[in-house]
């Protein structure tokens, strides 16, 4: 089986977009691939966190990873500074990569801001270790959106040049794998900026525990336009809220939007509103439910990553040790 691997920050919850756009597409994966997934911690802090909130949020997000039908009975679920592989190749790639090639990261022109020269080296570095994270397992395949393309490229830049520069065929070519009905859930209250957790407002964005209420109020505030919505997905080309609803329904429902639009074109957003109401309570009522009870038990929960850490470090560890060994460094006996 093709061995896959993806991350996740520990934000918290996930958002609807989160979920949407990346998590609910990995639970297939661990019936058809050999699946890792990790909640990312050593990327969180390459901006500041509060230690108590980042231990509370990678315990949420693993929570919530399992709650929305990642079983780590059928896939490789972890904290990823629990395996520390994913630190010492990042080191080695820290060597390989080229300044050249991260200068060209736009990722790190959006974090960074204005104040490039306050960024972390951390945030600066990022895409090594991410790229040390996937080639640490060998994996081939990585579910990822578009916004992480240009990191897989990198990976595959600093893959090449170590096998390169050592006279090897070690580390393989990854592929990214795009999958999913609503890829990309956007703002609700700007249809043509990310569903995010950084945003400010907590009314642009749906999260997995919100209640009925918060559900229902959020949709109802969410930006529309005055025109009903169209008969055919033609029509929501220059009309980006209305896109990222019908997108949304579509998505939670199993559906195209060609369908959403069949049975509600040329109806109004009032209307439309509510079924989405309805549509997401349903759906994510059970998760909710299963967030909180693995996290009324956190003993069981941390025990439950600990055997994923096992695991994840039987893969990783040896791939690490022979990449460490045809640098040159000699074997700790």
Same mark, same amino acid.
């Given at each position: 089986?093709?061995?896959?691997f ?21 639970v297939?994966?661990?019936d ?9 911690d ?11 909130e ?7 997000m693993?929570?919530a ?14 904290i990823q500074?629990?395996v520390?592989a994913?630190?010492r190749?990042?080191w ?7 300044l ?15 104040d490039r ?12 270790l ?9 994996a081939t ?6 916004d992480?393309?240009q990191?897989l490229e ?16 070690f580390f ?9 009905v609503?890829?990309?859930?956007m703002?609700l ?16 964005r749906?999260? $997995? ?5 918060? #559900?229902a109020?959020? +949709?109802? /505030?969410?930006?529309t &336009? @005055?025109e009903? *919505? ?8 220059a009309r ?8 949304i329904?579509?998505?939670?429902t ?12 040329g109806k109004?957003?009032?209307?439309f509103?509510?079924v989405?109401?309805?549509? $997401?309570v349903?759906?994510?009522?059970? #998760?909710?439910?299963? +967030?909180t /009870?693995?996290?009324? &038990? @956190?003993?069981? *929960? ?13 893969i990783a ?11 040159g ?5």
């Open positions: 089986m093709t061995r896959v993806s991350g996740i920050q520990p934000s918290g919850v996930p958002t609807l977009g989160n979920y949407l756009g990346a998590i609910r597409n990995w297939p994966m661990q058809t691939h050999e699946s890792i997934f990790c909640v990312v050593l990327h969180a802090i390459t901006v500041w966190q509060d230690p108590k980042l231990a509370r949020q990678t315990r949420e693993a929570a990873l399992i709650a929305c039908g990642l079983d780590p009975k059928r896939c490789t679920l972890f500074s629990h520390h994913h630190t190749l990042a080695i790639f820290n060597c390989v990569a080229r050249g090639w991260l200068n060209r990261m736009t990722q790190f022109k959006d974090k960074a801001g204005k020269e306050a960024a972390s080296s951390g945030l600066y570095v990022y895409p090594n991410m790229a040390a994270d996937i080639l640490t397992y060998h395949m990585v579910p990822v959106g578009d992480q393309r990191h990198l990976a595959n830049d600093i893959a090449e040049k170590f096998n390169h520069d050592y006279g090897v065929d393989p070519r990854i592929e990214p794998l795009i999958q999913g609503a890829a990309r859930v703002s209250r700007d249809g043509t900026k990310k569903m995010s957790k950084s945003d400010p407002s907590d009314q642009s749906i999260n $997995l525990t919100d209640d009925h209420d918060a #559900i109020l959020k +949709i109802r /505030r969410a930006k &336009d @005055p009903p *919505l169209p008969d055919h997905v033609s029509g929501l080309e980006p809220e209305a896109r990222n609803l019908v997108g329904l579509a998505a939670i199993g559906t195209m939007p060609e369908n959403v639009l069949r049975e509600h074109g109004g957003f009032g209307a509103k509510e989405l109401v309805e549509a $997401l349903g759906h994510l009522t059970p #998760i909710q439910r299963e +967030i /009870r693995l996290l009324d &038990d @956190p003993a069981a *929960l941390d025990a439950q990553l600990r055997l994923g850490a096992d695991r994840a470090e039987a560890a040896p791939i690490c040790a022979r990449a460490e060994g045809i640098v460094f000699l074997p700790r006996r």
